[in-house]
């Protein structure tokens, strides 16, 4: 079996993630965590917090997941956010056309970067047939279809909402009100776990490609012309970088460079992105992904999302595909901009100059003694035009006269009834539109990941072991209290054993049923990190035996010592190399 379908297997078998809905025949695109999915998905987010909210000190929020049409039309992803389909004429099933391409057409590894008509041509000139039915689908047109899904605010059709597509748009519509919060300083970052919702046309690949999933995004607001990030508790770090031109070149691999040099190189434009890029390393291999099967890729041109100027995804190798697990943006102003654009809030923040400037000014003071009996009910609309026509273009009002458009009718005024002049005016500072950087990680995506990279086989006593090797913090269960019998005691000393370790703050599983060896089995294939076991020696002189999940090495410790040992081995030592307080 390959090794995700052995990993499917597993994860519907031990609880960690399954197809929902299954009693009624299931729903495509949409996977249930389980009791063990849903703990170690929960720990990879904790994980992902103590990085990016806790260390860097930046403010998390939790925002609804439906927002108004008017956010979208801002945001760009009522007009642009499709993707490719093609539905078959015979049998009526939809399909990514981009991705039938690329499965079909070895040279071509991105066809999202094409548009229709191409996408179109290719799918006729390679033959390639409907996966459903095999019907031809040359003759079948390809368009795009917006992933967004649609819903109503309320009764009636008249308030028109989406389920969000990114968690993103939930911060930046709430900038002006963080901004205060963060005391109107720039830089300052905010982050949001929570779900987005994407009508993909093809979902596949269990948690890779699903229709509701939780991101973990990271919105950092920033001066451009003023903020560095603080690149030199990155520099040395040393990140796998796929490159655009590697990537176009027949010889071209991933090459690991330091974030320092990837910058001395231009390999990466964006300090910031590289910044993070480097920041990134921590989580991904605190959380156990298995490094040689981990790259940054840079987008290719045609590639970038429309508000994007530099792109990098982490990407993980699972069952011989490489699949994006994060995004790295550089988003400029655009999401600022859009929304002030649209909105009636300014998105843009007070920027203090060093030492106070003297400006000219162009202003007027229109003499509303004329403009009244002239123009009537427009005096005060052309009035206000007149004063923003000063600070666009002063020297509109070179001549005898100067005109302004309102409602569509032109009217002209005489430069001498407009009070136009230049003064001197001292300023503090200036408004501006701040640039974003963004991590946006995909939890399902990394904990799939997770899984796959962790698990393993190997003989322990003669016998095929399956086991996830996940590190202490993210598993599930850190302890498991297992007595060797159900009789004389034990399964009750058990109990009380399991009881004072949670108290002690440990997750903490009691299991009783089967053979030992089966109960240990079962642990390993949950990644449970210690088992703990009480046996007759139990009750002759109050020491279990801890045996741990990778050596699979045993040793008696006291009852008493036991919460300390734990936490020291949580804290790395392991059982043949630590000076524990064992008996
Ligand atoms: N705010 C930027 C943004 O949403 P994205 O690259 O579209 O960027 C970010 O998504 C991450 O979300 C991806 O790297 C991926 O891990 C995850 N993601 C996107 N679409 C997904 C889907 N349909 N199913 C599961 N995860 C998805």
Not at 91 to 96: D, E, I, M, P, S
């Amino acid at each position: 079996m390959s090794e995700t379908g052995e990993l499917a297997e597993l994860a519907k078998r031990r609880g960690f993630f399954f197809p929902s809905n299954e009693a009624y025949g299931g729903t495509a695109g949409f996977y249930t965590y389980g009791p063990e999915g849903a703990a170690l998905k929960r720990n990879v987010e904790d994980v992902w917090r103590d990085l990016f909210v806790r260390k860097l000190g930046n403010m998390e929020l939790e925002a609804p997941t439906i927002m108004p049409e008017a956010v979208f039309e801002a945001s760009g992803h009522l007009d642009g956010f499709d993707d490719m389909i093609i539905e078959c004429s015979e049998c009526g099933a939809t399909h990514r056309a981009d991705h039938l391409v690329e499965d079909a057409v070895p040279d071509i590894e991105d066809a999202e970067a094409l548009g229709t008509e191409q996408v179109a041509g290719l799918v006729a000139e390679h033959g390639i047939e409907c996966p459903s039915c095999g019907a031809a689908l040359a003759d079948d047109t390809v368009e795009e279809f917006n992933l967004m899904f649609g819903t109503n605010i309320g009764p009636g059709s008249g308030s028109p909402g989406y389920l969000r597509p990114e968690t993103a748009q939930g911060i930046f519509v709430e900038f002006p009100r963080l901004k205060e919060y963060a005391r109107n300083t720039l830089p300052f970052g905010v982050a949001q776990i929570g779900r987005a919702y994407r009508n993909e046309i093809s979902p596949r690949r269990a948690l890779v490609r699903v229709r509701e999933f939780t991101q973990a995004e990271l919105e950092h607001f920033i001066d451009p012309e003023h903020d560095e990030p603080p690149i030199e508790r990155v520099e040395d770090v040393e990140i796998p970088l796929y490159s655009a031109k590697d990537q176009n070149d027949d010889e071209g691999t991933v090459e690991n460079h330091t974030v320092g040099e990837a910058l001395d190189t231009d390999i990466v434009e964006s300090e910031w992105v590289a910044y993070y890029l480097g920041r990134s390393m921590e989580f991904y291999e605190r959380i156990g992904l298995d490094m040689d099967r981990f790259r940054y890729r840079q987008h290719l041109a045609g590639e970038r999302a429309h508000y994007a100027a530099d792109c990098w995804d982490a990407e993980t190798e699972l069952g011989g595909n490489w699949i994006e697990v994060t995004g790295f943006a550089y988003r400029s102003d655009y999401d600022l901009s859009k929304h002030g654009e649209y909105s009636d809030e300014p998105f843009t923040i007070f920027r203090q100059y060093d030492e106070p400037k003297t400006v000219e000014r162009a202003v007027v003071d229109p003499d509303m003694s004329y403009l009244g009996p002239e123009f009537g009910s427009q005096a005060g609309a052309i009035a206000e035009e007149l004063e923003s026509l000063a600070g666009r273009d002063r020297s509109a009002f070179d001549g005898d006269s100067v005109s302004v458009a309102v409602d569509g009718e032109t009217y002209t005024v005489p430069v001498e009834k407009t009070g136009f002049g230049v003064e001197e005016q001292t300023e503090s500072g200036e408004h501006i539109t701040p640039h974003v950087v963004e991590p946006s990680f995909g939890v399902g995506r990394i904990v799939y990941s997770v899984l796959i990279h962790t698990h393993g086989t190997d003989t322990v006593d003669g016998e095929t072991r399956s086991f996830l090797g996940l590190p202490a913090e993210l598993a599930p269960t850190t302890v498991a209290v297992v007595p060797l019998m159900t009789k004389d005691g034990l399964d009750d000393r058990a109990r009380e054993i399991a009881d004072r370790l949670r108290e002690e703050g440990f997750e903490v599983a009691y299991d009783d049923t089967g053979n030992i060896g089966r109960r240990y089995r079962r642990q390993d294939e949950v990644g449970t990190p210690y088992c703990v076991t009480i046996d007759y020696e139990t009750q002759e002189d109050d020491t279990v035996t801890v045996r741990e999940r990778d050596s699979t090495e045993q040793r008696r410790v006291e009852i008493e010592k036991l919460p300390s040992v734990i936490r020291e081995l949580l804290e790395g030592a392991t059982l043949s190399t630590s000076g524990s307080p064992t008996t």
